[in-house]
């Protein structure tokens, strides 16, 4: 098995790589960012990538959209701290093969190598199950209004907020009476918690 390792620290590159040597693996490369990691998918043609959500240039969502753009076969294993449940159905969505938290052992994270390489268009995770429930659950929501409710918290105002979703604030408006009415509260910090509550922000 070929393996790349996408990671902007060193530390965790090299306590995959390691375990991955001692089980025979062939660790053809390691990325610290998005642009490194397009290059050496391309030219290294790997079994399976393992890739962080958080990179200097970039989101880790775009390096799995693009290998299994790429590479229906291809093993994608995103590896990151970022383990909440809209990250998840996001990297399922996008094509990976499996999440692992940074908080797991590196044992669990060989073990999702080893079957993202048996299994690469199937999906695994032990959040998974929680996360599709929650999805399910609190689904009344779409991607938008999400993105929306994320960005509640960050304090900015109307206009500010507005501006940085490239919409008008007519539109915010509608936009937030719909949350508001779906998730049924009254105002904005209402939101936040009830979004925080249910699991469609981050704490």
Same mark, same amino acid.
């Given at each position: 098995m070929k393996l790349l390792i996408v990671d902007?620290?060193?530390?965790?590159r090299e306590g995959i790589a390691n375990i991955a040597r001692r089980e025979g693996i062939d660790v053809v490369g390691e990325a610290e960012n998005k642009e490194e990691a397009i290059a050496l998918i391309?030219?290294?043609?790997?079994?399976v990538v393992t890739v962080d959500l958080s990179l200097p240039d970039g989101s880790g969502l775009e390096i799995v959209r693009f290998a299994r753009r790429n590479d229906r076969k291809i093993g994608i294993v995103v590896i990151s701290i970022l383990d909440d449940d809209s990250n998840l159905i996001a990297c399922m969505n996008a094509g990976a093969s499996g999440f692992?938290?940074?908080?797991?052992? %590196?044992?669990? =994270?060989?073990s999702a190598i080893?079957?993202?390489? *048996? $299994?690469?268009?199937?999906?695994?995770? /032990?959040?998974?199950?929680?996360?599709?429930?929650?999805r399910v659950f609190r689904g009344a929501l779409t991607p938008r209004e999400i993105e929306i409710l994320s960005k509640l918290s960050s304090g900015l105002k109307g206009e500010e907020l507005?501006?940085?979703?490239?919409i008008t604030e007519s539109t915010?408006?509608?936009? %937030?009476?719909? =949350?508001?009415?779906?998730?049924?509260?009254?105002n *904005? $910090?209402?939101?936040?918690?009830?979004? /925080?509550?249910?699991?469609?922000?981050?704490n």
């Open positions: 902007d620290h060193q530390i965790v391309a030219a290294t043609t790997p079994d692992v938290s940074k908080t797991a052992n %590196l044992e669990d =994270i060989l080893y079957s993202a390489s *048996r $299994s690469p268009l199937s999906f695994t995770s /032990k959040g998974l199950v929680r996360a599709v429930n929650s507005a501006n940085e979703l490239f915010l408006k509608t936009h %937030l009476g719909s =949350i508001y009415r779906k998730l049924q509260v009254r *904005r $910090s209402g939101a936040v918690s009830e979004g /925080k509550r249910r699991g469609l922000i981050a």
